[in-house]
């Protein structure tokens, strides 16, 4: 992912070889986990918990933000790169906000990716791949993707919910990289199968006013005009016409989501 003409185009650069050593250290560390883990792993960050109480409902939203910890894109291309900083920021209560990591990160991601391509970007799979890798145990990440958005948004609020990290979304039909710091969800006092989603709280590393920066809320509606299904122009991926997510690993539940 990278600027709108580079296809995720920001998640697609073409993967650079590496040596025989460095590929084995990362086919270890990067062994794909399952899609669901039993045993979620909390981030350490205390995230600002708020809700209002009407009557029998309950809104309540959750903001893992840390303006420190948010991070900008050094060049066109950098998107995931920054998103996965931003993301490790969070997870771990750093803020390193220095090229020279994200730098680093984009050589990982080129040899992290599942695909080859013809651009600068990189692709879910490297996204995921990296930031476990770069995290402590137990607190991987999975790329995974919807065949409807509803489903996708219940699964960002389930995985946020239960692991207190953030997840990355793939934005402009597989172009660019945003990281969910947040959401807010209503639901009937005593009644969690109630949930309805109502927004989230997104950051995007190309900063004001082109991205959501340093954060922004957005309602699920005005989201999915940005949060559009993965298209891959360069040739064919796992990914494509999906929904698609960079989340930590979590257990299974179930959401409503609002339409």
């Not at 070889?17 to 792993?41: E, K, Q, R, Y």
């Not at 998107?79 to 490790?88: E, G, L, R, S």
């Amino acid at each position: 992912m990278g600027d709108g003409r580079e296809r995720v185009r920001a998640l697609a650069r073409p993967s650079r070889v590496a040596s025989a050593l460095a590929m084995a250290i990362a086919i270890l560390a990067w062994a794909v986990a399952p899609a669901l883990a039993a045993d979620p792993v909390r981030s350490t960050a205390i995230p600002t918990r708020t809700s209002t109480v009407s009557g029998t409902t309950l809104t309540w939203s959750v903001d893992l933000s840390r303006s420190e910890a948010n991070v900008l894109q050094y060049t066109s291309y950098w998107c995931v790169p920054a998103a996965v900083q931003t993301m490790i920021n969070l997870a771990t209560g750093r803020s390193d906000r220095s090229y020279s990591t994200q730098s680093r990160l984009y050589a990982e991601l080129q040899r992290a990716n599942l695909y080859d391509y013809s651009t600068n970007g990189n692709d879910v799979r490297g996204w995921a791949r990296v930031l476990t890798a770069r995290l402590p145990a137990g607190m991987g990440y999975a790329d995974m993707s919807f065949s409807s958005r509803s489903s996708a948004y219940a699964t960002i609020v389930e995985a946020m919910d239960r692991t207190r990290r953030p997840v990355g979304i793939v934005v402009g039909a597989g172009t660019h990289a945003w990281t969910v710091v947040g959401f807010t969800v209503r639901e009937t006092i005593g009644d969690p199968g109630s949930r309805t989603i109502l927004g989230f709280t997104v950051v995007g590393p190309l900063g004001s006013p082109r991205d959501p920066w340093p954060k922004k809320y957005m309602t699920v509606d005005q989201l999915a005009t940005y949060y559009t299904r993965y298209h891959e122009w360069q040739r064919k991926v796992v990914w494509e016409g999906k929904y698609v997510i960079v989340a930590p690993l979590y257990t299974t539940g179930s959401v409503t989501v609002s339409r």
